[in-house]
């Protein structure tokens, strides 16, 4: 199946929408010059009423060449619209099907309504991937709509500063930008211009502020989030705010120990904050240990809540095959059933089972990587090609880049329409895409071989750095990925400084570390420096320890000067000062 071929379906079933007639190819004939036109029998049929660009446009998808059909743009053109079809068919329009989990939506209300008289609530929902739980956490926030809503997301590949609140942030700037400029400057109290430091897209509310450069980094963050939490508690007293923080399995150091300042500044008037957070597999997240040595230590007026999501039963796990089939159900209960005890009641994998028996008719014990190659192989080249490069990047990334990287000559704007309407990507309203479910990207990333995810990671890379705005740490990765190590430093230094810049010191030493992993052991001076830059971020980050115990194996390496040795001795020294 290509662009081209559905086109052509397309047309066959407006022409018979139009016609009340039975579409066959004899109501063609060749002219003169050997080109299929519509016979006077086919003309009569459209009648005289119908504007003569439908009747061309329908000439042109019924056209027996492929290549002679009309692109998704000029299709378009003729309806006179002008934005790309895979915006207009944007995720919002998706139908959503939501079953079951009362008990999970009544915990989390009444923690909400705890939280509303006035306790301190943050809910953990848990469960495995698949199971649903961020479907869970956004039917509870349908509820509310009167609240501000600020949600985040980790990406496991994404190693932007504070990366857990960056799209919370996000969110937040927008809202800003919605008020009129006296109930917007009302909200930006003393210390924003220390929040915009963090996160420069609040940059513009506070373009005349000066800041005081003696400060040092960890005090110039918890000024920063004591604006946040004083900014955020003002907004309270007009409207509830839920924060949501989704897959916080891959979050960051920093952005835990933000989040712990954030809670610990609250004022009296407090948002709610629901995180969202995948079991099984050693996933070894900083963030979560960072949090949860914090709920150890916290006050009792910390309530900190977890909501375990356990599979569908078969009862629910029936609902849902109902839910998505509709009334144009065509499988039998016993095969509903076996569709039902092999996804083992994951309501991803349900999904997929039922996506698989609907393409091949087929039914048997057989893995999410299974099912996922097996509706890969019946996409087009092109919409193969866009799902691999989506998975390499690993985080949401903007569709024009992913075209060009594709190859714009073979690929249009029609493959994201297919590929969202079978639910194997989203495309957000900034003009990137991003996988439907993250066990998509890592099947696909599963099937790709090392050869190809070299050949592919070298061209995204190549097309993003055209990019002012691209992520300097994505580049850095994509090109390494692709064989090119000089630029794959150059862009994870590049990425350093802006943690830095950010003061993101816990995410700058994990950059820098992997510099030090990909520089040649012929750059033995380039990584003794860039080591010391990594232990000067992990003192910067309040881990001294760690950063005199670097110094102090600095100072032992061979080559350094006496001076040099010193130097370094006062530095380790210095971190338990």
Known sequence: PTAASDWYSFGVVVFELIT?????????????????????????????????????LLERLLNEDPLKRPLDREILEVFNIHEPLWYIGEEKDE????????????????????????????????????????????HFLDAYKDSLILVGRCYERETVPFKALDMVIDDFSEYLKSLPATIRDSYVVDGFEYLAILFPVLKYLVPDKTLNLNIDAAHCRILAMKALASSLALIVNNQPVIIFIDDI?????????????????????????????RSGGDLNSRF???LNQFWNNSSPDMQYQTIEVESFDEKDGMTLVDALLGSARAISEQRAQEIVRVSRG???????????????????????????????????NQSREVLSLLAIAGQPVRVSAILEAAGVSSIDDFSFTCLRAQRFLIVHHDESAQYFHDQIRESVLILESENRVEEKARKLALVLEKYSDSDNSLLGRLFYQ?????????????????????LAFSRAADLYQNVINWLPDSEFDESRRVKERKATAWSKAGYGKKAAQLFSDLMLTGGVSDEERARLGALAAGQFM
Not at 485 to 501: G, N
Request: glycine share 6%; net charge negative; with cysteine.
């Open 20 to 56: 009340g007639q039975q579409y066959t190819r004899r109501l063609f004939h060749k002219n003169q010059h050997e080109q299929a036109i519509f016979d006077e029998v086919t003309l009569t049929l459209l009648n005289d009423s119908l504007p003569s660009k439908i009747t061309l």
């Open 482 to 502: 692709g064989g090119e190590d000089q630029k794959a430093i150059s862009f994870m230094l590049r990425a350093a400084d802006d943690a830095e810049s950010s």
């Open 346 to 380: 994951i309501p991803f994998i349900l999904e997929q089972l039922l996506l698989y028996y609907d393409q091949t008719g087929a039914m048997e014990n057989i893995n999410a990587v299974g099912i996922i190659k097996s509706r890969l192989n019946v996409l087009s």
């Open 95 to 138: 139908k959503k099907v939501f079953i079951g989990r009362q008990d999970e939506l009544e915990q989390l209300s009444n923690a909400f309504d705890c939280h509303r008289e006035g306790k301190s609530n943050i809910v953990n929902v848990v469960g495995a991937p698949g199971v649903g739980k961020s479907e869970l956490i956004n």
């Open 288 to 290: 979560t240990s960072t």
């Open 249 to 277: 399995q891959w979050g960051d150091e920093d952005s835990a120990n933000l989040l712990i300042n954030l809670m610990e500044f609250q004022p009296h008037k407090k948002p709610f904050i629901v995180l969202s957070e």
